[in-house]
């Protein structure tokens, strides 16, 4: 299916959040094309009239985004201190459409040229990032977050369908933290493959570490209802075993198993948590059900 990509007209840019590190999200795009299996922000498409389904397979461009963020940095930069930004929350502000209409780089310009002492958070999965390196270095507190949730390139593939490979997220991690960027690795969400496999833990924790970056915010896999019908899809010609740990991810007991590894793996490689915490969105509840 090809990607269906729209021009609209949006009526604001800034958005509240109930992301525990920011007073503010933007989002210069609805809808994802990196499609990646696990993803919960597929709720999005309500918004513009898309089936959680079809999640990956459109995009809608905010055309106006740079418009309103000349309007909205006014109010900003009246608050003291200035409010904490994070793009983006629930769409990647460096997809592939982002080389065609720059959304992103035109509202980070706004905060550059403002001199805007707030935290400007980042996150995204594309080396892409890399093309506003210079650009980056003009805010004064800029963070970027890079979302690895493995080093296995084969596993990254099959789960984030058309996201870059893992291995090129972990080559721009290195290349921010060599230019004096602020980082950090979202391992977010945590793969159940790797309960199987706990040495896959810790070449996570020692790629993160080994190319500079100290600090990691850890996820669990979230799978609301409307998510498990595509997951479970996905998951019917894989093993029992991995069946098994996929349909447990959500339970209590899960995470008990699961954060101490996380946690001494943290501990061995001298990485720091953000927030102290590993987060989850769920109570108790198997995918099955």
Known sequence: MSLKIREIEAKSIIGTTQVPSADYVINPYTGCQFACMYCF????????????????????VKANA???????????????????????????????????????????????????QGRVGILTKSPMVLDDL?????????????????????????????????????RTLKKLNEAGVKTYAFVGPFLPHMKLKPELIDTLFSEIKLVGTNDVKIEYLNLPKYVRPKMNKMLLNESEEIQNVYSTSQLKKYREEIEPILRTGILKHDLKLKFDEIIHHVTDQNLVE
């Open 41 to 60: 922000a597929s709720f999005m498409g309500r918004f513009v009239g898309e089936a959680n389904s079809n999640w990956g397979n459109y995009v809608y």
């Open 66 to 116: 740079i418009e309103l963020m000349e309007k909205d940095i006014k109010r900003l930069m009246k608050k003291n201190p200035h409010p904490k930004i994070v793009m983006s929350t629930v769409t990647d502000p460096y997809q592939g459409v982002e080389k065609k209409y720059r959304l992103t780089r035109g509202i980070l310009e706004v905060f550059a040229k403002n001199n805007y």
């Open 134 to 170: 210079e650009l980056l270095k003009k805010i004064p507190n800029v963070e970027v977050g890079i979302s690895i949730t493995t080093t296995d390139d084969k596993l990254s593939r099959f789960l984030e369908v058309q996201a870059p490979l893992a291995s090129a997220r972990i």
